[in-house]
């Protein structure tokens, strides 16, 4: 069944709609990025640069870092986005957009986020990496989608009563990443732990400047979660979209953040550029091994 025009949108040169990309300008290792302005920060160690564009806030380079294709995109922020980049990347190798037809061979993209996020947890201080091994959606983006298969029941009933999480609120899903991407990407000084993606900077992730909050000791209570070792280590804005959406298509991915503030106790990465700087190589190296 081809699908429409209204459904799956094309710009006149046959590029994707909103990242403005023809299957050719992609490697199957892709980086996403937030910030448009880092696109380069990963770039500029590439050997070879083949492409680049930018539409809106989703700037795309492909090229090669030690001889590896890689295709770094900034994501822009929130899981809105992520809605986006991923179904489009995901339509650049998998739907024919000439016939508009899926494909009958899938091809699998390898997705590494590398992100800032704050931590939750004492213990994991700031400048720290974090690999997310799961993500708890507090956004609800990916309920508009079939995700029985995806989630954690168990973990997500045992949050809901930790945190008496209200019923007007979106349903917390848990996901577990996949263990290919996330094998390539660990080492001794990369923290694991289980990160929390809200829709909001402020509110949704209990920042309070003129608005109170619909629970004040929200945050506090997500802090405490443990779930047989299980804790939320993290808060940030892409996480769950991007473990949830590639399950659901079909690809691998792996989310590394700097944690550049710790909520529980105060602290601001006095250098947060170092810390990103540092990731980017280490990612950049983990990728090309
Ligand atoms: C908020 O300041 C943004 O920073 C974090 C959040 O997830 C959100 O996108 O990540 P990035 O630095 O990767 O954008």
Known sequence: ??????????????????????????????????????????TKHFDTI??????????????TYKGKRLTVISTGIGPDN??????ELDALVNID????????????????????????????????????????DLNGM????QVEEIAHQEIEEAFIKHTNWSKRKSYPLVIANGKSLEERLLSEKVFTGM????????????????????????????????????RVTNLEMETSAIYGLSKLLGHNAASINALIANRANGTFSEDPGKVVADLI?????KLAE
């Not at 990916?142 to 989608?145: D, E, K, R």
């Not at 929390?196 to 997500?222: H, S």
């Not at 190589?281 to 190296?285: F, G, Q």
Request: charged share 20%; hydrophobic share 35%.
């Open 97 to 136: 957009l000439e016939t508009r037809q899926v494909k009958e061979k899938h091809t699998q993209l390898n997705i590494t986020r590398i992100g800032t996020s704050g931590s939750l947890q004492a213990d994991i201080p700031v400048n720290s990496f974090l690999l997310s091994s799961h993500s708890i």
């Open 50 to 63: 083949e492409f680049t564009t930018q539409k809106r806030e989703f700037k795309t380079t492909t090229g």
């Open 82 to 87: 992520i809605d986006i980049v991923l179904n």
């Open 195 to 230: 990160t929390a993606t809200a829709g909001g900077f402020y509110g949704p992730q209990g920042r309070v400047l003129r608005l109170p909050l619909q629970d004040a000791e929200l945050n506090n209570k997500i802090d405490s979660f443990n779930h047989n070792g299980i």
């Open 142 to 145: 990916l309920l508009s989608y």
């Open 281 to 285: 190589i280490y990612t950049l190296d």
């Open 1 to 42: 069944m081809s699908i429409k025009h209204s459904e799956l949108i094309l710009n006149p040169d046959g590029s994707i709609y909103h990242l403005n990309l023809r299957p050719e300008h992609i490697a199957t290792d892709i980086i996403f990025v937030g910030d448009q302005y880092r696109v380069d920060k990963v």
